[in-house]
């Protein structure tokens, strides 16, 4: 787990992982830290599109094939929307398996050109809720006539 991982989010994690299992909680620089490869991978969110793509630049790459990539604040908060769209979003070796509100999950894939295409067309359709939810957070300034 890497980013501005909550406590909550810890605690379910490590609550969850079975016996034999390490929750490592590192952060974003923190990747030689870190032997061997991985099998699930939760980025957390960023307010930095630096720390957030270096962090989607430097650790997907250690997933192992068939592997996770869980991503907080995708299509929620615009620094690791941008960062994740292009990195991993436009990549052909993650395939994007859906999101809950701002959870996005990836797994380790070689996608062919039409799968590349199908997946490209499934993120896409995850803007406009990103878009409204941007909208929404705009203060709204009234004036008077």
Excluded: C, N
């Amino acid at each position: 787990m890497t980013g501005d991982v909550s406590a909550g989010a810890r605690d379910a994690v490590a609550a969850g992982a079975g016996a034999g299992v390490d929750v490592l909680v590192v952060s974003p620089g923190e990747i030689k830290r870190v032997d061997g490869s991985i099998d699930v991978l939760f980025l957390g969110p960023t307010a930095r599109y630096s720390v957030a793509l270096a962090m989607l630049q430097q650790w997907p790459g250690r997933v192992v094939p068939g592997g996770t990539l869980f991503v907080h604040g995708a299509f929620a908060e615009p620094p690791i929307t941008v960062a994740l769209l292009r990195t991993i979003g436009s990549s052909r070796a993650w395939r994007y398996f859906g999101r809950d509100d701002a959870l996005a999950e990836y797994v380790q894939a070689d996608l062919s050109h039409g799968e590349r295409v199908l997946d490209a067309i499934a993120q896409a359709a995850q803007l406009p809720a990103f878009l409204r939810r941007l909208a929404r957070r705009r203060p709204t300034r009234l004036t008077s006539s």
